[in-house]
């Protein structure tokens, strides 16, 4: 929310303004009382953020996959949050979240219904990049406390620690639309943020590669390794986003790759942690027409069917009846 920054944030010194997060995070984090729930997010990029490219997803119970997804909308100005709240609290409580001018979204999605052991995770295009819980476990960890990110926190992260983070009791709120950001380091730091996991990608088809810095200026290159050879896709890409690339059907499947991207002014690079693989693309196999007249396919062989026999098929088949 554009509410204004402590005296703090204005008295830095010009080390502490220089110094970038390498994406948005979650700053502040509100399990209270009833329906007193609050996520807060902050933008120390050093630009303005389109936050429809962001989502809020909950697990539930410390348990299976994340999901009630929340997308963002709006551009978040730099050093500034973004705070989202369940707006069951209207009314129910003495701490009534709904209305307060540090508030940018009131909802009933699922994504701010949590309680003490349901991790809230943090996405860009679809990819996680923080987290506030410890996912997968079914404890409570969060119960009943507003935790608030420690002002030299500057990287998202997809592993939860509670040493990055302060502990306020039940219905703390007074911090709730603002953050205190120091930066924590003016060295300059690229993240791969996707691909980072062992994945296959396969032969003609599209993926997006995603990254983010801080204190990196300029451009970045954008680079494929297959062993020790790297091959520059873009060689002029900004220094956060994505990149959109089409696996050529040039390269050897089974050969295994990692994304690289670094600052042309050789400041800052960084390598996906694990390897994917190139496959090729699955065949789609349907029945034959003689099965197809026959009825279901026998469910133990299945067939390419060909153009040819597709326009057979609808040409015999189109005023059938069933």
């Known amino acids: 929310m554009i509410r204004y920054f402590t005296l703090i944030i204005l008295l830095m010194c010009s080390v502490f ?3 970038q ?3 948005l995070i ?3 984090y509100v399990e209270g009382s009833s329906y007193n729930k609050a996520i807060e997010i902050f933008n120390g990029t050093g630009n303005a953020v389109d936050l429809s490219q962001y989502s809020l997803k909950k697990q539930v119970n410390g348990a299976g996959l994340f999901g009630n997804e929340l997308i963002l909308s709006g551009s978040l100005a730099n050093n500034d949050v973004f705070v989202v709240v369940s707006n069951g609290s209207s009314g129910t409580t003495s701490h009534n979240l709904v209305g307060q001018p540090y508030v940018d979204l009131d909802t009933a999605s699922g994504a701010l219904s949590f309680n003490g052991n349901d ?3 943090l996405y860009r295009n679809g990819t996680m990049i923080d987290v506030v819980g410890i996912a997968n476990q079914v404890e409570n960890w969060g ?9 030299n926190v500057y990287m998202p992260t997809t592993t939860f620690s509670m040493t990055e983070w302060t502990q306020y009791p039940i219905d703390t709120l007074v911090n709730l639309g603002i953050h205190t950001f120091t930066g924590g380091s003016t060295t300059p730091v690229i993240v791969v943020t996707y691909p980072n996991t062992s994945l296959n990608w396969y032969l003609g088809q599209t993926y997006m590669i995603t990254w983010s810095s801080a204190n990196v200026d300029g451009n970045v290159n954008i680079g494929i390794l297959n062993g020790e050879t790297l091959s520059v896709i873009d060689g002029s890409a900004p220094n956060s986003g994505s990149y959109t690339f089409s696996v050529p059907e040039t390269y050897q499947t089974g050969d295994t790759y ?3 991207i670094a600052a042309v002014n050789g400041s800052a690079a960084d390598t996906s ?3 994917f693989s190139i496959m090729e693309l699955p065949v789609t196999l349907v029945p034959t027409i003689a099965q197809l007249r026959m009825g279901t396919p026998d469910g133990t062989t299945i067939y390419r069917l060909t153009g040819e026999a597709i326009l057979a098929y609808q040409q015999t088949y189109r005023n059938k009846k069933y």
Do not use: W
């Not at 119960?143 to 002002?151: A, E, K």
């Open 273 to 275: 942690d694990v390897f």
């Open 143 to 151: 119960q009943d406390m507003t935790l608030v990110r420690n002002s």
């Open 119 to 121: 991790a809230v995770g």
């Open 258 to 260: 990692r994304i690289r």
């Open 26 to 28: 979650i700053s502040e």
């Open 17 to 19: 303004l220089s110094a």
């Open 21 to 23: 997060a390498t994406d």
